[in-house]
């Protein structure tokens, strides 16, 4: 018997504010354990919450990014349950009224293009976090309070490839609409699966297990394919599937239960009485999402029709905001947009993976690249010398003018006759290549391009070379 995942999602978003959600408090990463907090983030009796305006803004950039109905009234709950990670014993969040609702967003799988549905995204506090030691643990409240937005989908994920897919979609949407920073490795990106599996052709769900905590995009899609194979195995041998909690174990590339799960929590939801319902204006709303800043898809667009990118060129430059951004600043001084790509996606790419450090680390800016491509457009250079230089530029951060004049590279022989002269006295020094050629030897065209570039040193530009010998050469 076959079976069918049914898989759902929920993906928690810190936001980048300068605030937390309820509090003046800072946010900010990596800070001495304690330090950014205030009473309210510590659950002190009497202190008051107030909304943190560019939370909300984020929430509806979102929200429009994810093609959901807005809500124009903003309502706050309380969410009760005891947990050493919650200072105050309820968390404020919304529960039945997100600011967005019924959105979807569009996947490119291996099996086409799939849509997945969104049910909500709603706002609330992050929690504090926990380091545990052998026999005690200790809390650091400076996560206390951070602005959270909760996406979750519609169980209508199949496989650990649409799973990846659309977390990766997602973080795309909170990294390049400016709302967070979209780190998973720093919990700015942290990520729930709940699954289960039903015989094809049935519309009963399945006992539902979570993933907790996933904190890439590689481990979502080994952790439910490993999970599919693991209920598959017990539902072929007529064994029973326990309501769980489990998480995923990369180093053995399976999951580990944490705990066993009964009956559903009872939250006791009931409204924030210290938060009265806050109106949205339709002025404010649409600013919120005029002013967002262009996203993945909207790029990717604009770089196929503006500057005649494949979609594939186009898909690379997007894989990080930063290497989008240093793309459009070069763009502005420069028409060889195929080049500028081909040298960002290919070279550049390169020397990051290699040094594992972003384009903004890079001792190239978006100006001296396109210095370096103007030589290339000019033939000045030719892309063996234009390579020597990139190194350099890399090394020092000279500008590619001043490197090309320390490495006394001259300026390209593009001149034909004197070309010529080279073509003719290396065809009468090397005959028998005449031969080979007429015979059919291929490699004796590169053998004789590759004699007349060590005459020149290098200078004569390869492509005029290459093709009055390939002329000469049929005339003889």
């Not at 570039?453 to 009055?468: A, E, F, Q, R, Y």
Request: proline share 4%.
């Amino acid at each position: 018997m076959n079976f069918e995942a049914v898989i759902g999602l929920e993906i928690h978003v810190e936001l980048k504010t300068k605030t937390k959600m309820f509090s003046s408090a800072p946010v900010a990463f990596g800070k001495e354990p304690n330090s950014c907090c205030m009473p309210l983030d510590l659950g002190f009796p009497g202190t008051l919450p107030t909304v943190n305006k560019e939370a909300v803004i984020y929430g509806i950039r979102v929200a429009n990014a994810l093609h959901m109905d807005i809500d124009h009234e903003l309502h706050f709950d309380r969410k009760n349950y005891f947990y050493s990670d919650l200072p105050k014993g309820y968390q404020i969040t919304q529960n039945l009224r997100p600011i967005g609702s019924n959105g979807y967003v569009d996947l490119n799988t291996s099996n086409g293009i799939k849509r997945i549905e969104i049910e909500r995204i709603h706002l609330e506090e992050d929690t504090c976090m926990q380091h545990h030691f052998r026999d005690y643990t200790l809390l650091d409240y400076n996560r206390a309070g951070v602005p959270l937005i909760e996406i979750v989908s519609r169980p209508n994920i199949r496989t650990g490839e649409e799973a990846q897919k659309y977390v990766e979609k997602i973080r795309s949407i909170v990294v390049f609409s400016d709302v967070s920073d979209g780190k998973m490795e720093e919990g700015s990106l942290r990520c729930d699966v709940n699954i289960s599996l039903r015989p094809y052709g049935s519309d009963k769900f399945g006992t539902k297990v979570e993933i907790k905590n996933l904190n890439s995009t590689k481990f979502i899609q080994q952790a439910i394919d490993f999970e599919i194979e693991r209920q598959s195995k017990l539902l072929l041998q007529n064994q029973t599937i326990r309501q769980e909690t489990r998480r995923y174990d990369e180093a053995k590339r399976e999951t580990i239960l944490m705990r066993v799960k009964t009956d559903a929590v009872d939250y006791k939801y009931f409204p924030e009485p210290n938060i009265t319902p806050i109106v949205l204006s339709d002025e404010f709303v649409n600013d919120a999402i005029k002013n967002c800043p262009e996203l993945a898809d909207s790029k990717i667009n604009r770089y196929i029709n503006e500057y005649s990118l494949s979609e594939y060129d186009a898909s690379l430059l997007v894989n990080e905001k930063s290497v989008s951004e240093f793309f459009d600043e070069a763009a502005k001084l420069t028409k060889s947009y195929k080049l500028l790509a081909n040298w960002i996606n290919v070279d550049i790419a390169s020397v990051l993976n290699k040094r594992n450090i972003s384009i903004n680390e890079l001792n190239i800016t978006p100006k001296s690249l396109v210095a370096l491509i103007s030589l290339i457009d000019s033939k000045e250079i030719s892309n063996n010398q234009a390579r020597d230089i990139f190194n350099k530029m890399i090394e020092t951060g000279k500008d590619p003018l001043t490197i090309k004049n320390e490495l006394g590279i001259t300026s390209q022989i593009s001149d034909e006759s004197a070309i010529m002269e080279l073509i003719n006295e290396t065809l009468n020094e090397f005959p028998q290549s005449i031969i080979d050629f007429k015979e059919g030897k291929s490699r004796a065209l590169g053998f004789l391009v590759g004699q007349i570039m060590k005459k020149s040193h290098g200078k004569v530009n390869p492509k005029i070379t290459s093709d009055l010998l390939l002329k000469e050469l049929k005339e003889r």
